[in-house]
């Protein structure tokens, strides 16, 4: 079974760092595309980082780029999200997902197969 298992979310202040954890099973993991997503209240799901570890390609969103990195470890399965100079329209559940390709691209939260449970990101003002 695949599984994802995200965790690191938590309260923050504006302008302070976060790094969330998703860890992952079941997939090759350098072969597959690994994506962190947010949904806030009231809003459609969207993908803020996606990495492919077997080549480190990366793409993110405008609204996080120069502020958020991706990165793998694949000797433990693992991607991170770094997220720095954090912003009170951050605050959002963010998951972890995977998809058994190799492009680095946002496709739509229904093309994505695997999902972890999201971990809440809130930042205060």
């Known amino acids: 079974d695949v599984q994802l298992q995200a965790s690191g979310g938590g309260l923050v202040q504006a302008g302070g760092s976060l790094r969330l954890s998703c860890a992952v099973s079941?997939?090759?993991?350098?072969?597959?595309?690994i994506a962190w997503f947010r949904q806030a209240p009231g809003k459609e799901r969207e993908g803020v980082a996606c990495?492919?570890?077997?080549?480190?390609?990366?793409v993110y969103s405008d609204s996080v780029k120069g502020r958020f990195t991706i990165a793998s470890d694949n000797a433990k399965n693992t991607v991170y999200l770094q997220m720095n100079s954090l912003k009170t329209e951050d605050t959002a559940v963010y998951y972890c997902a995977a998809r058994a390709d190799t492009r680095v691209v946002f496709t739509p939260p229904s093309m994505w197969p695997y999902w972890g449970q999201g971990t809440q990101v809130t930042v205060s003002s």
């Open positions: 990495i492919v570890s077997d080549n480190d390609d990366t």
């Open positions: 079941g997939l090759t993991f350098g072969n597959s595309a």
